[in-house]
């Protein structure tokens, strides 16, 4: 677990500072926490260039804001969002690692200062 410091404030001023609505950088967090990290490795390793990089994160991010404000708002376009599981049900279970444990303990301490 990270050791509380000041960071964790200093990050949420940094963006309140260019967006005090949150919800509107809610979809750019969801993509960068899901996909940032993974297009990152494959940028590295297939050398992928930065104008695809950019193009890929902008499409998480479009992806991120319709989940956002559609999906996640309406419960049968919630439901019917499982159907993206259709094709992947021989994927191993989802788990909470401690890599995302760090995360999750890391928004606690964020939370606590909202």
Known sequence: ???KDDSDLMLLKMVTAKEQDLRKVWPKA????MFR???EDAHSKYGISQEDMKEM???AA???KAFLDV????????QAFASYAAFVMEWDAAEITDE???IIDIL???????
């Open 108 to 114: 606690g301490d964020m939370a606590e200062l909202l």
């Open 62 to 64: 479009n992806r991120a």
């Open 30 to 33: 969801l993509a960068n926490y």
């Open 1 to 3: 677990m990270k050791k």
């Open 57 to 59: 994160n902008k499409k």
């Open 71 to 78: 999906i996640v708002q309406d419960p049968k376009m919630f």
């Open 100 to 102: 995302e444990q760090d």
């Open 37 to 39: 990290e993974i297009i």
